[in-house]
């Protein structure tokens, strides 16, 4: 008679535990929660190809009955590090897992303020993301530098602009050691970022804080005005053009200006703020001499092409530094509509030949487009 063993789960679950990942194992540890403490104590430094180990998936997902349910256990790993240099604390902070961040810093062994290999802290994560709770925690404590640079010289200032995070952008500028200033790798400030992307809430906080420079430029001379104006936010544009200060007709590098970059962009509503303003060139040319209406020609800029028309002042027919104008531009890339609004005008030449001796009706031809090509051999 053949003899019966008793099989025992647990040494089998044991066993199973011994091949899976961390991702694994955490299932495993919901679903036979009398076994997880011995399966973490067991497995804790065990680290998938990523480098993350069951701490880093503890804090990840918020588990704050296991995490609490160790606390008990002389455990180590607490602050081991991903293959980013990621601890357990900075996945809690860039997911919002509050409880689970204020268990981690009260344990001696995790260090507060590490920086991964981007150079980026717990803060910096928090911040971006726009964990208000886990912010302040980290923002009161003495070994935390709140103004600290990644290795790109993005500060949780910078990240919290750029993200749109008011509430974060708050709490740091009210800080004396915060440089409300700081730029990035590319010379951009907390409040360039903002502009860029929209951020009304945050530029207009910005503003308010003394120190900030809303001239700066970056490396490619761009200013926060010229963000705003490129990206086409109105409103933003109407608040930096309110400052006394303002400088409503900058050059970045290739000699654009904000009513460049929101013309070339067709920004109808930037490009009527800023013609309104008597500081603000029509005709100003970039470093190859392409106006702000060349660049909607250019585009195809249908709306901002006919409101440039309607300034007093504009230029209809000026010459870049190849002999080109905003017709000859227009007619090459095929854009109908704007070649029809040109040619009717009195002050637009259709026989013009640029350096290169190149007629528009040469240009049309070799952009393809029949109709214009028609249209242009009827006025010649």
């Not at 694994?24 to 011995?38: D, E, K, Q, Y």
């Not at 901002?304 to 531009?329: F, H, K, N, Q, Y």
């Not at 640029?354 to 010649?380: P, Q, Y």
Request: aromatic share 4%.
């Amino acid at each position: 008679m053949a003899c019966k063993h008793r099989i025992n789960f647990n040494h089998v679950i044991l066993f199973v535990a011994e091949y899976l990942n961390p991702h694994s194992l955490l299932a495993l540890f919901h679903a036979t929660p009398s076994l997880a403490n011995r399966l973490i104590l067991r497995h804790a430094l065990h680290q998938n190809r990523a480098g993350l180990s069951i701490f880093h998936l503890i804090a990840q997902e918020g588990e704050e009955n296991i995490l609490n349910s160790l606390l008990t256990h002389n455990v180590i790993g607490w602050d081991v590090r991903d293959h980013n240099g990621r601890t357990p604390l900075s996945h809690a902070a860039q997911n919002g897992h509050s409880t689970v961040a204020h268990i981690l810093l009260r344990n001696a062994g995790v260090e507060a303020d590490a920086r991964d290999d981007f150079g980026r802290t717990a803060l910096s994560y928090a911040a971006e993301n726009g964990h208000e709770e886990i912010t302040a925690l980290l923002m009161d404590r003495n070994d935390v530098l709140v103004d600290s640079k990644d290795v790109l010289s993005r500060t949780p200032l910078l990240f919290a602009s750029s993200s749109g995070r008011y509430n974060i952008v708050r709490l740091l500028v009210a800080r004396k050691d915060v440089k409300a200033d700081s730029k990035d790798h590319r010379g951009l400030t907390s409040l360039s970022h903002a502009a860029w992307n929209g951020h009304e809430e945050v530029v207009s906080m910005l503003l308010e804080r003394k120190g900030v420079d809303i001239n700066s430029r970056d490396e490619a001379g761009y200013t926060p005005l010229s963000w705003a104006a490129e990206r086409g936010h109105a409103t933003v544009v109407r608040m930096l053009l309110e400052q006394p200060d303002i400088d409503a007709d900058s050059r970045g590098r290739i000699g654009q200006s904000p009513l460049s970059h929101a013309a070339g962009n067709g920004h109808a509503e930037v490009v009527r703020l800023l013609l309104q303003r008597g500081d603000v060139n029509p005709n100003s040319k970039d470093f190859r001499g392409e106006t702000p209406l060349a660049w909607a020609a250019a585009a195809g800029r249908t709306d901002v092409v006919r409101i440039l028309l309607e300034e007093a002042g504009v230029d209809a027919d000026p010459r870049d530094d190849l002999g080109r104008t905003p017709l000859s531009l227009a007619a090459w890339r095929g854009f109908e509509a704007v070649v029809k609004m040109l040619v009717q005008r009195d002050d637009v030449r259709v026989d013009s030949i640029d350096l290169t001796g190149r007629t528009l009706l040469s240009r049309a031809k070799a952009g393809g487009n029949e109709t214009i090509v028609k249209l242009l051999s009827s006025c010649i």
